[in-house]
């Protein structure tokens, strides 16, 4: 800053003194103690940095608080903002409104422009505390962590016993939803004494409970600031939450919102792999009668439920099965990336532990094991796997949002919850990307519809970028509620589980099938290509196969008829174009020649050549080649 750029005037006048004192009722607007002699007339946005000695940039402190601004204020530490938290920085700024919402991707980086937000209300004056309020224990060591490498101290360590965070020491504290709802009239008190800048991170938890909200709204209605934040859209199903606009429609208003689709393309996330697995599962009804289904079948509520419970559980063998091909994904990308990390996410501890125990068996090595009813030791552990280059974590619920542990980069979800914003939170626990990474998460999941159908929508907004608010699954329809799966607990048993058999892959907008997957992964082998380039790979060999782009859809397209009246030589080449497909692919699955595929097929015509064949012998053709095929696959 030039000198001429200075405001020529350094110090605040006598009559301006005595109006910064009277507006802060003779008490420091930092601290909230009694002004003595010699208190100082402070500039909220520095002298220094062209800020005017004007009393609407000024604070009445006491000198060790002026001390401590002057000191820790100086300037921004963090790192440099992306385009995204730059355009909603202005958004912020420009609005300057009491309550904003902002929703962004998981992974995008939502706490680094919180933390600027605060950075400029400091040091402009407009609050003088901040105060971050997050899900878990762990993410308030991680916020204060954060704040520090940004020129912020929060206190992450304060409980409502020791009262408010000592001002002299710290700019604000970070705290929990529960610690807030349990003594909010204490948090009430240190917004009245202090203007606070309150930093509401993933604020649907604070419609979980009625009483939550409630009591947020009383701890927090007279801050200064309240910056609302969220991984995903949400409604008003439940519980309103406070400091939330909602529209008509019950969903939130955001108001700036940065999406996956929009993440992927500045790369600031990475994309995501699908891989859906089948089985068969059996389980006994309350009613004593033994059901089936495979996991892939459309089923009713109470089957689909059934069914997922059957392949979740450790005793069938599915889940072994699915581990073991997930840890063959890992060890895969370990040979280019040597510290990736694998998370699995189970339902319950009982599941958690019993899925450790099998990757233990799997790859000879223990995994991190993280419960909610560990408590601070779970925060302690996922540090130190976060800190390690060990292969597995397996976690409940704990690791589902806000947790930072970028090399996170294969996952598995083997959770019974199924709502939209669970599972948005927990596909973001993968995708935090590094500049120089080029790879993509790998994501394994039962193939399941309701999963299906929430993937192919995360795969839309890539392509799309479309409005997350637009894809809100209405809530009021989830089964999921936890007193009806614990009676369901006791109306079914688990019997068996068939092997877990690959379903599709859903990435980039498409699905491929299993024998597209599986020749590109023999493509990869056969050049030795590394893994980063498995999605490259299914492109070229879909081309290769001549089958036309699938879009993600529920179900996988039928091909597509010959239209009415067509001539018979564009009839006859469209089933042999058919039948070259049908046969390339039967090669693929059986690994036998293509010439001898094609042999056997023009001996169930009858011909010695597909030349040879009439447009009857070319249907007789294809019918067979999809009955065998249907037999292999």
């Not at 820790?72 to 609005?95: H, I, V």
């Not at 995994?367 to 601070?376: C, K, M, R």
């Not at 809100?472 to 019997?495: C, M």
């Not at 589980?497 to 990869?524: C, Q, V, W």
Request: neutral net charge; contains cysteine; proline residues 5%.
């Amino acid at each position: 800053m030039e000198e001429d750029a200075r405001d020529p005037r350094r110090r605040f006048n006598s009559t301006e003194r005595v109006a910064l004192y009277l507006a802060a009722g003779g008490h420091c607007e930092r601290c909230g103690t009694e002004l003595e002699p010699g208190w100082h007339g402070d500039h909220g946005r520095p002298w220094a940095g062209g800020g005017p000695t004007d009393v609407t940039n000024g604070w009445a402190l006491c000198p060790p608080c002026n001390r401590i601004k002057g000191a820790k204020l100086a300037e921004w530490t963090g790192a440099e903002l992306r385009e995204w938290q730059r355009e909603a920085l202005n958004a912020y700024l420009s609005r300057n409104q009491k309550d904003f919402l902002a929703v962004a991707t998981p992974g995008a980086g939502k706490t680094t422009f919180a933390l600027r937000v605060a950075h400029e209300l400091l040091v402009a004056g407009e609050v003088a505390r901040i105060v971050v309020v997050v899900p878990t224990e762990h993410l308030k060591v991680q916020w204060a962590n954060s704040a520090h490498a940004c020129g912020i101290a929060l206190d992450p360590s304060t409980k409502n016993a020791d009262g408010l965070e000592n001002h002299s020491d710290y700019q604000g504290a970070a705290l929990t939803y529960a610690q807030v709802a349990s003594t909010p009239h204490l948090h009430r008190l240190g917004c009245g004494r202090r203007r606070t800048l309150v930093i509401l991170d993933e604020i649907h938890h604070a419609g979980e409970e009625k009483a939550w909200g409630s009591a947020i709204e009383s701890a927090f209605e007279s801050a200064q600031r309240r910056l609302t934040m969220s991984g995903t859209p949400f409604r008003s199903d439940n519980n309103k939450i406070p400091f939330v606009t909602y529209g008509a429609d019950g969903k939130s208003r955001a108001d700036f919102t940065y999406g996956y689709g929009r993440a992927i393309r500045d790369q600031v996330c990475r994309q995501v792999d699908f891989h859906f697995y089948d089985g068969e599962m059996k389980w006994m009804g309350s009613d004593s009668v033994t059901s089936s289904a495979n996991l892939s079948a459309e089923l009713q509520k109470s089957d689909r439920s059934a069914a997922l419970e059957t392949a979740l559980e450790p005793n069938t063998g599915w889940m072994r099965k699915l581990l073991v091909h997930a840890d063959d994904a890992l060890k895969d990308l370990r040979a280019e990336v040597p510290n990736a990390g694998g998370l699995v996410i189970a339902y319950r501890g009982a599941q958690a532990r019993a899925y450790a125990d099998m990757l233990k068996d799997i790859t000879g090595e223990m995994p991190t094991v993280v419960l909610s009813e560990d408590g601070p030791e779970a925060n302690a552990r996922i540090e130190a796997y976060s800190k390690s280059r060990n292969r597995w974590l397996v976690a409940v619920r704990m690791v589902s949002e806000g947790v930072d542990v970028p090399r996170l980069a294969v996952g598995v979800y083997a959770t019974q919850t199924k709502t939209e914003m669970f599972f948005r939170q927990a596909v973001g626990r993968f995708v935090r990307r590094k500049p120089d990474e080029e790879h993509p998460a790998l994501i394994f999941a039962p193939a399941i519809s309701p999963l299906r159908i929430m993937a192919a929508q995360v795969e839309k907004e890539i392509q799309h970028e479309l409005n997350l608010e637009q894809e809100e699954f209405d809530k009021n329809s989830d089964e999921n509620t936890e007193g009806q799966q614990v009676l369901e607990l006791f109306a079914r048993i688990p019997i068996a589980a068939s092997d877990p058999k690959f379903d599709r892959a859903i990435h980039g907008g498409e699905e491929y099938t299993p024998e597209e997957n599986e020749y590109a992964h023999r493509m990869l082998q056969q050049y030795g290509f590394p893994t980063t380039a498995l999605s490259s790979m299914r492109r070229m060999v879909r081309e290769q196969l001549g089958v036309p782009q699938a879009k993600v859809t529920i179900e996988r397209p039928a091909p597509a008829a010959a239209a009415p009246g067509t001539p018979a030589f564009r009839l006859k080449k469209i089933r042999r174009d058919e039948l070259s497909r049908l046969s390339r692919r039967i090669g693929i699955v059986t690994g036998m020649q293509h010439a001898i595929v094609q042999g056997k097929i023009n001996e169930n015509m009858g011909v010695r050549t597909r030349a040879a064949a009439n447009i009857k012998q070319l249907d007789a053709g294809v019918a067979f080649a999809l009955r065998w095929l249907k037999e292999i696959t």
